[in-house]
T-cell receptor, first 115, second 112 residues
């Protein structure tokens, strides 16, 4: 199984709402990622989890809160977002031996609209 | 910014023609990867070329890497309408961190 799944596919939320994005993989990968992608732009890295621990935070505002409950799951908790946070949020996973960077497997994304 | 630049930004060709897109980057790398993204969907990994490799093939794809010029190219031969997508190069730093920096992308349109 080389699939990364993400739920929901679409999400519309108000600026005062709290919501969560979910990501799951069963490839035994120990590195998982959140990216944000605006229209016609490349993905921008937000967070990296290695062995269920946060290893990279690309100076993301605290209204985005990642969580990795176990090696297969990755969540992104959203609170008090702004309209400019509307974007496609992509989850990815990869193998994680040290000293190499492997290809990443991406989920289909969650299209988030903040009203 | 570490972000790579890709050119052209957009490319429109007919089925059967070859498509070439180029990527330039700024720092030393461990490897360079190419991804495809269909409209509004997740990215699909196409090919990975390591810093000590100069050329790599996979099916109709040919990737070259010139580390002295900090550049790479992706050639798609005998293109098909199904190849219509955005193509991104992504560079991995040599430090072993699990971080990719994506280029600006090339939007390819293949017309029947």
């Amino acid at each position: 199984d080389t699939e990364v799944t993400q739920t929901p596919k679409h999400l519309v939320m108000g600026m005062t709402n709290k919501k969560s994005l979910k990501c799951e993989q069963h490839m035994g990968h120990r590195a998982m990622y959140w990216y944000k992608q605006k229209a016609k732009k490349p993905p921008e890295l937000m967070f990296v989890y290695s062995y269920e621990k946060l290893s990279i935070n690309e100076s993301v505002p605290s209204r985005f809160s990642p969580e990795c409950p176990n090696s297969s799951l990755l969540n992104l908790h959203l609170h008090a977002l702004q309209p400019e946070d509307s974007a496609l949020y992509l989850c990815a996973s990869s193998q994680h031996p040290s000293g190499r960077t492997y290809e990443q497997y991406f989920g289909p994304g969650t299209r988030l609209t903040v009203t | 910014s570490q972000q790579g630049e890709e050119d052209p930004q957009a490319l429109s060709i007919q089925e059967g023609e070859n498509a070439t897109m180029n990527c330039s980057y700024k720092t030393s790398i461990n490897n360079l990867q190419w991804y495809r993204q269909n409209s509004g969907r997740g990215l699909v990994h196409l090919i990975l070329i390591r810093s000590n490799e100069r050329e790599k093939h996979s099916g109709r794809l040919r990737v070259t890497l010139d580390t002295s010029k900090k550049s790479s190219s992706l050639l798609i031969t005998a293109s098909r309408a199904a190849d219509t997508a955005s193509y991104f190069c992504a560079t991995a730093l040599p430090t072993g961190f699990q971080k990719l920096v994506f280029g600006t992308g090339t939007r390819l349109l293949v017309s029947p």
